[in-house]
């Protein structure tokens, strides 16, 4: 088995898993993995794993990331760390996990998964300006070039079926779209699967590597020029995948910033034009597996205080009015390169 989760079956009942990562389990493992912690402890934000800066005598503090119990298996874990150091050998910028002095980058305390990574700073990436997006593109190219050196075996695929299907199946199963939204959702969602269905039909031999997964400019830090940081979504997908998340605004605005973005990524990989149809697709499909995902850690106690607007009737009403929009997007032509 590759991937262990708990995505599609209803959230457990009773006390969660990280209840039991207190302060002093956190520095207990990292103490135990060879770090002579000094008892400064940050919680950094992060909600689907907990991730935390550490101080260190007479040294730099660290950051560890304990991953959440059951979602991934060990051996896909591997996978994510395998390919950041790939990368971070090819010098790419890639914030990979620090290796103990047997090679070991996936530790374990108290039941717990963890790895430790050095400590890096930075701000997002100033999209507007073209020589970020250059750059970007240029790195992008590189990073796609080495995963389409060879395949995961552990780790899953971005598919219409995990983020689409499932997402919209496990709402639905478990109530958490209110009674009174419920048709119109059912609705839109399944007039908005049935052209997904066709689009990823007539797009099936477009080819697919291992991706970064979620290049969003959030996990893109700025200094010096950029870093990528959490592989933790990586997965097999299209190219086009992490590169539409670096567009916005107006479709011109768009057109715009993919033209350079696309300028320096294909000096260093070939791009198929074709994957552009592709964006508001998988734009529809984060849209809906951010929901789902919402509702699959809603018993992680983190969640509801973070997220209080989830339950609310303005939430679902904003999603519905939100994916009737990507229902037009999706009969419109892709962006054009330009």
């Known amino acids: 088995m590759g991937i262990v989760t708990s995505d599609t079956s209803q959230p457990p009942s009773g006390g969660h898993p990280y209840d039991r990562l207190l302060p ?8 135990g993995a060879g770090y002579i912690t000094d008892g400064r402890l940050l919680a950094l934000n992060s909600y689907e794993n907990r991730v935390y800066q550490v ?22 874990i591997l996978e994510e760390h395998a390919f950041a150091a ?29 790895a430790v990574y050095p400590r890096q700073g ?21 990073l796609h070039g080495i995963g389409a050196s060879r395949r995961f075996r ?29 048709p119109a959702y059912e609705s839109v969602t399944a007039h908005l699967l049935a052209k997904l269905e066709a689009l990823f039909a007539r797009t099936a031999d477009l080819a697919t590597l291992r991706l970064h997964g979620d290049c969003h400019p959030g996990n893109i830090l700025w200094r010096d020029g950029p870093h990528f940081v959490d592989l933790d ?47 508001e697709g998988l734009r ?39 994916l009737r929009e990507q229902l037009a997007l999706l009969d419109e032509p892709p962006l054009a390169w330009i």
């Not at 950051?63 to 059951?70: D, H, L, N």
């Not at 290796?99 to 963890?114: I, K, N, P, Q, R």
């Not at 997965?235 to 300028?263: H, K």
């Open 24 to 31: 002093g389990t956190v520095l207990d493992a990292l103490d």
């Open 233 to 279: 979504d990586a997965r097999s997908g299209p190219a086009v995948q992490d590169l539409w998340m670096l567009l916005s605004g107006p479709r011109a605005d768009m057109e715009s910033q993919l033209a350079v973005l696309l300028e320096g990524y294909t000096q260093f990989r070939d791009f198929d034009p074709r994957e552009l149809q592709l964006i």
């Open 86 to 114: 790939e990368l971070d050998q090819h010098e790419l910028p890639v914030i990979a996990p620090l290796a103990d002095a047997s090679g070991t980058s996936l530790l374990e305390h108290a039941g717990f998964l963890f």
């Open 284 to 322: 529809s499909l984060r849209m809906l597996h951010h929901s789902a995902w919402l509702a699959r850690r809603w018993d992680d106690p983190a969640f509801p205080p973070s997220f209080p607007w989830f339950r609310l009737p303005r939430y679902w009403e904003d999603q519905i009015l939100a």
């Open 154 to 182: 552990h780790r899953p695929a971005l598919t219409l079926q995990d983020f689409g299907h499932d997402a919209v199946a496990f709402l639905l199963a478990h109530e958490f779209v209110p009674p009174e939204l419920r």
């Open 122 to 142: 930075g701000r997002a990436p100033e999209l507007d300006r073209p020589e970020h997006l250059a750059q970007l593109g240029r790195l992008l190219g590189r």
């Open 55 to 76: 101080g260190i005598e007479g040294g730099a503090p660290v950051v560890a990331k304990f991953y959440r119990p059951g979602r991934w298996s060990r051996a896909a």
